[in-house]
């Protein structure tokens, strides 16, 4: 289930920056998650994260590192 956040902020400021986002075709709303995803991402431990994604039926995509070189473990 998600929640509605509701954040005060400086009318004219609010009216330029939807201006600008509207130019790169983006959105405050739209703009925002991004930046709360990032917030939780580094906030909440992994183990956490985890949990609720199983509990929640979503697949938290679990970022590895590419080196470019296949999978064989071998020496470079």
Do not use: C
Not at 7 to 18: G, I, P, R
Not at 45 to 61: D, N, Q, Y
């Amino acid at each position: 289930m998600k929640k509605t956040i509701t954040v005060s902020y400086e009318d004219e400021k609010l009216t330029a920056l939807k201006m600008y986002l509207e130019q790169k075709n983006q959105t405050v709303e739209g703009e925002l998650e991004k930046l709360l995803e990032g917030l939780y991402v580094k906030t909440v431990p992994v183990g956490v994260r985890e949990f609720l994604s199983m509990r929640l039926g979503t697949a938290e995509k679990k970022k590895k590192p590419s080196s470019g070189v296949g999978d064989g473990g071998g020496s470079p």
